[in-house]
């Protein structure tokens, strides 16, 4: 695999704002998915800590299958607010996320990681209260980190987890439900549909605190 660097363009600090607002609501990750009519989601990766939530621009790391190599340096090319996605494949023999990589990134700004692998030093990460989603975990470090070896490494490349494809710049919103990834191009409009979202499923709990049934909510909403 060859190394590649890209430059991340990152979508507009109004629409991050946006997706980070819809934080505070029940289930962020199901919102922004309803919103995309079920495209979009990711599960089977799951938070150190519930409660930690996210959303901001993914910066893609596309590792090889059979070499993953230590990913640190891609910290130097991250700003403030960025979740760093890195495509491990579902490895999970080895870590690729640590204490010391939570450390640096919090340091950074970085908002979150995300690996579709395994990690280690989750009581660190749980007391740093830096966020990650992660597959499993294990104790043992890639054999390529001890020889300091950072590359091949492709960064800022599509990259595909759980087979949904993210795009570098896309927006990812990650709670202990999952991960909904948004396209960059259609960020806009998946932050509308995700504001009406919330403002339906207001209005159905206000109706079944009320008393609806759920004939009459079926009637009314078509599905809930």
Sequence with gaps: MDTVYNELIRPAAELVAGFRDV????????????????RGA????????PKDRVAGPALTVELAVDDLVDCMPVLARAKPGDVIVLACH?????????????????????????????????????????????????????????????????????????????????LVVADENGIAVVPADQAEV????????????????????????VTELLAEFGHL
């Excluded at 043992?140 to 570098?168: C, F, K, L, M, Y």
């Excluded at 079944?208 to 049934?213: D, K, L, P």
């Design 90 to 170: 579902g490895v999970t023999r080895t870590a690729m996320w640590g204490g010391l990589m939570s450390t640096l990134s919090l340091k950074a700004g970085v908002a979150a990681g995300i690996v579709d692998g395994a990690i280690r030093d989750v009581d660190e990460i749980r007391d740093l209260g830096f966020p990650v989603w992660y597959r499993s975990t294990v104790p043992r470090p890639s054999p390529t980190a001890v020889h300091d070896r950072t590359e091949p490494v492709r960064v800022n490349v599509p990259i595909v987890v759980d087979g949904q494809v993210i795009n570098p710049g896309d």
């Design 23 to 38: 934080l505070a609501e029940y289930s962020p990750s199901c919102l922004v998915t309803d919103a995309q009519r079920r």
């Design 190 to 213: 998946v932050l509308a549909q995700t504001k009406v979202q919330i403002g339906k499923e207001r209005v159905i709990r206000e109706k079944i605190a009320s008393g609806a049934t």
């Design 42 to 49: 990711i599960g089977g990766l799951l938070p150190v800590t």
